[in-house]
Structure formats: structure tokens, C-alpha cells
């Protein structure tokens, strides 16, 4: 079930607590439970679940969208939006960088997850250069590799196209960071007021530093930045190691795998929120890069000829930028 044994239990104690699940007459809330976290644990289809749990297909098929209606409202209590006063020395990496970038309060990018789409409305979907099709995943995580806030964008679309769309529907509810706050993000976004970019045409990739140690105070930026940005790409990282079903998406109506993609990031969170001993969480604690690739040379054209935000607004967080910049040098 891609998780441990203490994981499943408290999970499955906290559905009964909550009176979001009750066992039915053949079939516990555990059994509910384990059906669900197998198939969305290793894609597995009904036929395999029926050999290994001794249901029906239409008992599995009822238990599953039930499990992942509550699920929904499991995710408004795990996908919770950041306080705004994160505490430098609170858990997680790099804790002296963070004293620096002490306006930080957590990571955001996009992600690629699997779909599978009617033919005849495959064309936004579909990935550049290969035939899957995929949605665009919007997250912010803190610190501590929990994740804040995740929306899913139909479709496949530029990083900065993604945001621009989400911030401008009030209805999706965007935590924006309060005034002195800010995300960090990649060179897919532009640097403006609550997100905070790297310097553009400077080396930024960690690998890069490996090989050569940073030397201009824009090097030196980017080299620090890519150290606590770091943590959005390991939890998507665990999230990706943990459920398989999101880099090969199961059949079902869209609606239903948009849920999925939801409860995968609420099942991940709880897991980490609870402070239970995890594999994956363990393997991605230590700083390490993780990258995706996909459509990253049209992100950061899209983010460095279209801007949407005001001239002030850009100006704001490019002197902050500096500042930063400055404030890394005289520390050295």
C-alpha cells in the first residue's frame, strides 16, 4: 500500500474518528482502505483487486468512490495553505540559508501528471514531443516537503501561463504570501512581488555547481536559491516514488482522475504531517536534485517575454533580489 503498517492504521483510525468511512456489513473500513490505497498505490485493475481481496467488480467499483468522495474532504484538512511566520530553524534543510531568505516561505512549481483523454480532446493535453498526455499540477510546499496548496490545470500549459490563469479566478483560492513574503520558484516564473526567480542566463542547476563552485554574487545567488528551492522537487519526488499512478493514470472519467491526483497529495501529506518513520521521506530528506524536463525551454521563454504583473511590482523584488545577493557575499 506504499506505506508502512503504522501509516495504514492511523489513516484508517483517523477515517473512523472522523465517521468519514463506517464498515458495511461484508466489508471493514480497513478492507475499504487497503482496496484503495492498492490500486492507487500500483495501478491496479479491477481484476487484480478481485483475485487479491474476493469482491466483485461492482463492490470494488463502490468502495473506490467512496473512499475517494471522503477523500476530498481528507484533502481540505492535509492540503492546508502556510501560516506566512515559518520559523528559520523549524525542520528542513538548510536552515542557515533560510535565516537569509527569511521572506520564504515555501517552493512552487508544476508537474506533469499522466492522463488519459477522449481522442478527440487530446490535443491540450498532449505533452511536446511524446503521445502521452498529461495535466499540469500547480504546488506550493514548505520546508518540511508538506504541501500547501495543489490545483490542477486541464491540460498542458507553460508554468507561468498556469499561475497567471489560477491568481486570476478567485474561486481557486490562492494563498498569495503577505506583503515581505514570497515563493521561490524556478526561471519559469517571473520574479515579481510574493515570487521570488533566479537570475536569468546564470548557471542554476545544482549539478552545475558540482563542477565549478559559484563566483559572482548572481552565481552565488542562484547557488543558494537552488538549495532551498530544492525541496519542492524532492516532494514531488516522494510523491511520484509513492504512487505510480500518477506517471500511468488508470481509465477513468477525468473527473475522477483529477480526485486521485488530490488524494495521492493528501495521503503523501498526513503521512508526513503525522511524523510517522517513512522510507521515501527518509531516502528524499537528504538535499539532492530532482528534475523534470518536460517543456522547460518554452517556460522560460513564456516567463522572460510576457509579463504580468506591474513594473513596481518586478522592481520590488528584484531590489530584494539584490539585497540578498549582497547580504550572501559579505556572509561568505
Known amino acids: ?56 467488480s461492482q463492490t470494488i467499483h463502490k468502495y473506490l468512490h467512496e473512499v475517494l468522495a471522503v477523500m476530498m474532504t481528507f484533502a481540505r484538512e492535509m492540503i492546508m495553505p502556510s501560516t506566512f511566520d515559518p520559523n528559520p530553524d523549524s525542520h528542513g534543510a538548510h536552515k542557515s540559508l533560510r535565516w537569509i531568505f527569511k521572506g520564504a516561505v515555501g517552493a512552487l512549481d508544476g508537474t506533469l501528471v499522466h492522463a488519459i483523454i477522449p481522442a478527440s480532446q487530446q490535443t491540450v493535453y498532449r505533452g511536446r514531443g511524446k503521445g502521452k498526455c498529461y495535466q499540469n499540477v500547480l504546488g506550493i510546499c514548505d520546508f518540511n516537503m508538506i504541501f500547501t496548496f495543489v490545483l490542477g490545470w486541464e491540460g498542458v500549459a507553460h508554468d507561468s501561463r498556469v499561475l497567471t490563469e489560477v491568481l486570476a479566478e478567485p474561486s481557486n483560492n490562492f494563498p498569495f504570501p503577505l506583503p515581505g513574503k514570497y515563493y521561490l520558484c524556478d526561471a519559469a516564473y517571473t520574479n515579481t512581488r510574493g515570487f521570488m526567480a533566479p537570475y536569468y542566463n546564470v548557471r542554476y542547476c545544482l549539478g552545475d555547481f558540482r563542477r565549478r563552485r559559484a563566483m559572482t554574487k548572481e552565481e552565488k545567488f542562484n547557488h543558494a536559491h537552488a538549495k532551498l528551492r530544492n525541496v519542492i522537487e524532492r516532494a514531488y519526488g516522494v510523491l511520484k516514488a509513492r504512487f505510480p499512478i500518477l506517471d500511468k493514470m488508470a481509465p477513468y472519467p477525468f473527473n475522477v482522475q483529477r480526485n486521485v491526483v488530490i488524494a495521492c497529495f493528501a495521503v503523501n501529506n498526513f503521512i508526513r504531517k503525522e511524523k510517522i518513520n517513512d522510507e521515501l521521506f527518509v531516502q528524499f530528506e537528504e538535499p539532492q536534485m530532482v528534475t523534470e524536463q518536460v517543456g522547460q525551454e518554452e517556460e522560460v521563454e513564456y516567463a522572460t517575454t510576457v509579463s504580468h504583473w506591474g513594473a513596481a511590482d518586478i522592481q520590488f523584488m528584484s531590489n530584494m533580489r539584490e539585497e540578498i545577493s549582497v547580504q550572501l557575499i559579505e556572509n561568505i
Not at 508502512?4 to 492504521?9: F, I, K, L, T
Not at 473500513?29 to 487497503?34: S, Y
Open 1 to 56: 500500500m506504499r506505506m508502512s503498517w503504522e501509516a495504514y492504521v492511523r489513516l484508517c483510525m483517523h477515517f473512523r474518528h472522523r465517521l468519514w468511512l463506517n464498515d458495511s456489513r461484508y466489508v471493514s473500513v480497513e478492507e475499504k482502505m487497503a482496496m484503495f490505497l492498492t490500486i492507487i498505490g500500483h495501478n491496479e485493475r479491477y481484476v487484480v483487486i478481485k483475485r487479491r481481496f474476493q469482491h466483485s
